[in-house]
């Protein structure tokens, strides 16, 4: 606490991001990263940029990059805006579209999903109600279909990885459609390690949906800072308002090129892809096999219970292991682990680490 600070960052709770250890002794599966490498055309798009035109600001429109946005999702270019991360885009939506009053409706999301959420709703004084999810952590889209200021949904969910049918989300968007005003935003960080999720399509037909995406876990390029929305006119220039009061350039050169490139490369990243989810689909069942609970994912995560071990134990014995991944402490979940997808040699050594530790848990070996 300072004396220089305002009210408002006094009163903020920041997100914490998970670990990014400086070395590489760890096997990194805390983050959601892709463990495969980004498209080499994505590298060479990148030195290409490198040059005396750095000179120069970007373009602010991102004009090229949403062009194979819209390209990509069948959208027009006029419905796409693109930023520095998703999670601006996700902030720029939050003061673009939610009411900071004590009077309005309370914005809607899931009590255990992507914990931004809370903290942008904080930021800008957004009144927000955590909507629980059912026992197997499933969303309860009928609990969402009430008066609200706003409903915000991931698609897959994180950190559960469990995904709602499309047809599910259509009919919210569709009941919130009857208010006029109310937004409701489909975080599709994840989208693409599921099946038949994605919603961009629609929004010619339904001007109160806005999709979110990112190019950090499909597209490996965490690295590089680039996410877009896709959704109606208005809600689109909404965001360049709150864009353009804030910084207009926020895509540096590079980002660009860069994104650009992974656009027009879908043939390799369908290829990494599919594998992140065939070792997906290869570990939960393994670890169903030892009794480990492991919540069906759609995403390039799986969210799992030790049958032996409490969550923080279980986090501590995989660190020590050199395996990082996630715990939060959190009520529901605190016997839970969000573990990423690796390549299958890491997965493999996750495995063995698990191994090693059931036979401890389990008292069988006096090691
Ligand atoms: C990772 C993640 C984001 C943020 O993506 P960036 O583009 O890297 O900022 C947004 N939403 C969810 C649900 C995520 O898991």
Same mark, same amino acid.
């Given at each position: !606490?300072?004396?220089?600070?305002?009210?408002?960052?006094?009163?903020?709770?920041?997100?914490?991001?998970?670990?990014?250890?400086?070395?590489?002794?760890?096997?990194?599966?805390?983050?959601?990263? /892709?463990?495969?490498?980004?498209?080499?055309?994505? $590298?060479?798009?990148?030195?290409?940029?490198? =040059?005396?035109?750095?000179?120069?600001?970007?373009?602010?429109?991102?004009?090229?990059?949403?062009?194979?946005?819209?390209?990509?999702?069948?959208?027009?270019?006029?419905?796409? %805006?693109? =930023?520095?991360?998703?999670? @601006?885009?996700?902030?720029?939506?939050?003061?673009?579209?939610?009411?900071?009053?004590?009077?309005?409706?309370?914005?809607?999301?899931?009590?255990?999903?992507?914990?931004?959420?809370?903290?942008?709703?904080?930021?800008?004084? $957004?009144?927000?109600?955590?909507?629980?999810?059912?026992?197997? %952590?499933?969303?309860?889209?009928?609990? #969402?279909?009430?008066?609200?200021? =706003?409903?915000? $949904?991931?698609?897959? /969910?994180?950190?559960? =990885? *469990?995904?709602?049918?499309?047809?599910?989300?259509?009919?919210?968007?569709?009941?919130?459609?009857?208010?006029?005003?109310?937004?409701?935003?489909?975080?599709?960080?994840?989208? &693409?390690?599921?099946?038949?999720? @994605? !919603?961009?399509?629609?929004?010619?037909? #339904?001007?109160?949906?806005?999709?979110?995406?990112?190019?950090?876990?499909? &597209?490996?390029?965490?690295?590089?800072?680039?996410?877009?929305?896709?959704?109606?006119? @208005?809600? $689109?220039?909404?965001?360049? *308002?709150?864009?353009?009061?804030?910084?207009?350039?926020?895509?540096?050169?590079?980002?660009?090129?860069?994104?650009?490139?992974?656009?027009?490369?879908?043939?390799?990243?369908?290829?990494?892809?599919?594998?992140?989810?065939?070792?997906?689909?290869?570990?939960?069942?393994?670890?169903?096999?030892?009794?480990?609970?492991?919540?069906?994912?759609?995403? +390039?995560?799986?969210?799992?219970?030790?049958?032996?071990?409490?969550?923080?134990?279980?986090?501590?014995?995989?660190?020590?292991?050199?395996?990082?991944? *996630?715990?939060?402490?959190?009520?529901?979940?605190?016997?839970?682990? *969000?573990?990423?997808?690796?390549?299958?040699?890491? !997965?493999?050594?996750?495995?063995?680490?698990? @191994?090693?530790?059931?036979?401890?848990?389990?008292?069988?070996? +006096?090691?």
């Amino acid at each position: !606490m300072s004396v220089y600070w305002n009210h408002r960052v006094k009163t903020l709770s920041p997100y914490v991001p998970g670990e990014q250890p400086r070395d590489q002794v760890f096997i990194k599966l805390n983050t959601n990263e /892709n463990p495969y490498p980004p498209s080499p055309k994505v $590298i060479e798009a990148i030195q290409k940029a490198t =040059g005396d035109t750095l000179r120069l600001y970007p373009d602010p429109a991102c004009t090229e990059l949403r062009r194979e946005i819209a390209r990509r999702y069948g959208v027009g270019p006029e419905q796409v %805006f693109a =930023g520095n991360g998703s999670d @601006e885009v996700l902030a720029f939506a939050f003061a673009a579209f939610f009411e900071s009053s004590r009077e309005a409706l309370p914005i809607l999301f899931p009590d255990i999903t992507y914990s931004f959420y809370p903290v942008y709703a904080r930021l800008w004084d $957004i009144p927000f109600a955590p909507v629980p999810l059912a026992l197997d %952590f499933s969303i309860r889209i009928d609990a #969402y279909k009430k008066p609200a200021g =706003g409903v915000v $949904i991931p698609n897959p /969910n994180a950190p559960t =990885g *469990r995904a709602l049918p499309r047809t599910d989300l259509l009919s919210l968007v569709r009941w919130h459609g009857q208010v006029p005003g109310t937004v409701v935003l489909v975080d599709e960080a994840y989208a &693409a390690f599921g099946e038949d999720l @994605e !919603m961009a399509a629609l929004v010619s037909e #339904y001007s109160n949906l806005l999709t979110v995406h990112t190019l950090s876990k499909a &597209a490996s390029l965490a690295g590089l800072r680039v996410g877009f929305a896709i959704g109606s006119e @208005e809600l $689109i220039d909404g965001l360049c *308002r709150v864009r353009d009061s804030f910084n207009s350039y926020t895509v540096d050169r590079l980002a660009q090129a860069g994104a650009e490139a992974a656009l027009r490369d879908a043939p390799y990243y369908d290829g990494v892809n599919k594998k992140v989810i065939a070792t997906r689909n290869r570990v939960s069942a393994a670890l169903r096999d030892r009794g480990y609970e492991v919540i069906p994912s759609q995403g +390039n995560f799986i969210f799992i219970r030790s049958p032996t071990r409490k969550g923080a134990q279980f986090f501590t014995d995989l660190r020590e292991r050199g395996i990082l991944v *996630r715990h939060f402490d959190k009520p529901r979940i605190a016997d839970y682990l *969000r573990v990423s997808i690796g390549t299958d040699a890491q !997965m493999d050594r996750f495995l063995a680490a698990c @191994e090693t530790e059931e036979s401890v848990g389990l008292g069988l070996t +006096n090691s």
